[in-house]
């Protein structure tokens, strides 16, 4: 033997189920000319169960990302001139590592919208992105798009940007135009370096998908059949799904077309028929847990943002607009790994986002200082709002943030973002230690066993001021025993473990009114005011 090679292989991806800041994107994305998965990425798959042929195509197999580059070093981020402003996917995974994420999955379920594309086109295209559940007899292969999600174990947001486009009725695409190059003359330029022929800026004329009303059900639908799929995790034997989030975008209403949006960015048109919207397909009715109506998309497992943004990357895409669900997913997963998932992530500052479209009226942006009233409004009532439904990005006199992080469910209990996410953290946690368990003999030994690892999950965080209470009795309460399951639970081997806690709601926002007056605030007025904000 004459010498001895060392060839350095990159260690196979490692997936952590306990964490809560992972990302699944899944749409549609070109590949890039001779793409090809590294090799450690395709063994995963391989274990995963996926064919060769599947992996060959990096198509409807999950790619897992740390870094934005390893998105472009396989796809198209929109700027290889092959565009037509719709690569909404790739916008949205280089937002989410913009914003502070860390790790994310991407699922490509084919290539973008094209100006070319029929509405039968565009029926596919949804098609292949919406989950399948038909089973094949390889079991990997036969789940595309976001059915994908049963073979991911540590995802906690999913998103979905193509969706609008999508679901629009109009043909938003439109090639990009390259403008002409100076003419006349070349001359000479006294002490010129380099290269100095002007860049080519590619420039998309048409607007953003706008949705017309039956384009909102349609959407609708297609969101209530995603929602049914996590929901219904207990169904297809995946509990995982219930722990994942969808965040999605809220499409831009059509009644007005981009040139009018322009000219009156503070319409209030523009909100009255986000309203319109929102009473049609978001009714304030409380359903049972699980099963969501195509009518209805008034669900916890929802999280939708808006308005649209414009970035420092946006500028590749249609009316140079992004949607925002992909930079919402980059500051739940920072704020889960800074701050912890079940705080409001409207503590964490975006970066590169410099404008909103369109803007919203200033009392669209103000949380009610009165309680809510949750149920079906009578048509004289004052709407909500738009806070108060939907996870907004607005300017604020410290910059552009997120004002509010809210689920879509109509009512206290599961409407606030962090405390939908503290119950999927603790579902999670039990669940896995369930799995763990599963064989074991279900008696008084296992019982004490699940309650105790509750007892120091719950404490834990307690600890962390996730949880509300002066001690750790009046924070929760954990009860696995004889008395939580009756005698046909114990025939079937069920095991039942009863949990109730009380989830620390915090003060994201005091308003103090100061009387300006010749004679200064009285110390009772301020204290009135913060007693009330309190």
């Known amino acids: 033997m004459s010498r001895v090679i060392f060839d350095n292989q990159p260690a196979p991806p490692q997936v952590d189920p306990g964490r809560a800041d992972v990302a699944c994107f899944v749409g549609l994305i070109r590949l890039l000319p001779g793409a090809a998965l590294p090799a450690a990425t395709a063994a995963w798959l391989t274990s995963l169960g996926y064919s060769n042929s599947r992996i060959a195509q990096i198509t409807n197999v999950p790619i897992l990302l740390e870094r934005y580059v390893g998105f472009t070093s396989l796809f198209d981020d929109g700027s290889a001139g092959t565009g037509f402003g719709t690569d909404y996917v790739a916008a949205a995974v280089r937002s989410f ?40 007899p390889d079991m990997a292969d036969s789940w595309t798009g976001v059915s994908s999600l049963v073979m991911l174990d540590d995802v906690s947001f999913l998103v ?37 022929t002007p860049q080519q800026y590619r420039t998309f004329p048409s607007p953003a998908p706008r949705l017309a009303s039956a384009d909102y059900d349609t959407w609708a639908t297609n969101v209530a059949t995603i929602l049914n799929y996590l929901s219904s995790g207990s169904l297809t034997h995946q509990l995982h799904l219930r722990e994942i989030q969808f965040v999605a975008s809220f499409p831009i209403p059509q009644d007005l077309d981009a040139a009018t949006a322009a000219e009156n960015p503070s319409s209030a048109e523009i909100a009255q028929d986000l309203h319109q919207v929102i009473a049609k397909e978001m009714p304030e009715i409380v359903l049972p847990d699980g099963m969501v109506p195509a009518g209805n998309i008034s669900s916890s497992f929802l999280q939708l943002a808006y308005p649209w943004l414009k970035t420092s990357g946006s500028s590749v895409l249609l009316e140079s607009l992004e949607p925002p669900d992909g930079a919402l997913a980059g500051l739940l ?66 910059g552009l943030r997120l004002l509010s992080d809210v689920t879509a469910y109509p009512g206290e209990s599961y409407r606030s ?101 010749t004679s200064s605030t009285s110390v009772q007025e301020i204290a009135a005011n913060l007693a009330e904000a309190s």
């Open 97 to 136: 590592f913009a914003q502070g994420g860390r790790r994310c999955y991407v699922v490509r379920a084919g290539d973008p919208v094209t100006p070319k594309d029929t509405a039968q086109d565009k029926a596919a295209k949804l098609t292949s992105l919406l989950p399948n559940t038909a089973y094949g």
């Open 160 to 196: 979905a940007p193509d969706l609008p486009m999508l679901c629009a009725s109009q043909q938003d695409g439109a090639a990009g135009q390259l403008p002409a190059k100076p003419s006349g003359p070349e001359v000479f330029v006294e002490c010129s370096q380099g290269d100095i």
């Open 333 to 398: 997963a920072r704020n889960a790994l800074i701050r912890g998932t079940f705080t409001s992530a409207t503590k964490i500052t975006p970066s590169e986002i410099y404008d909103v479209s369109p803007a919203l009226p200033d009392w669209e942006m103000r949380s009610s200082a009165q309680p809510l009233v949750w149920g079906v409004a009578s048509p004289s009532a004052q709407p909500k709002a738009l806070i108060e439904r939907l996870s907004l990005f607005g300017f604020t006199p410290s």
């Open 417 to 517: 973002g962090p405390v939908n996410r503290l119950v999927s953290v603790i579902c999670r946690a039990a669940r896995r230690m369930g799995e763990s368990a599963v064989f074991q003999s279900n008696g008084p030994a296992l019982w004490g066993r699940v309650q105790r690892f509750l007892q120091n999950l719950l404490t834990r965080l307690w600890t962390l001021n996730a949880l509300a209470g002066a001690t750790v009795k009046d924070a929760f309460t954990v009860r696995c025993d004889q008395t939580t399951m009756t005698q046909n639970d114990l025939d079937n081997g069920r095991l039942i473990c009863e949990v109730t806690f009380t989830a620390a709601s915090t003060i994201e926002t005091i308003r103090v009114k100061l009387a300006m007056e």
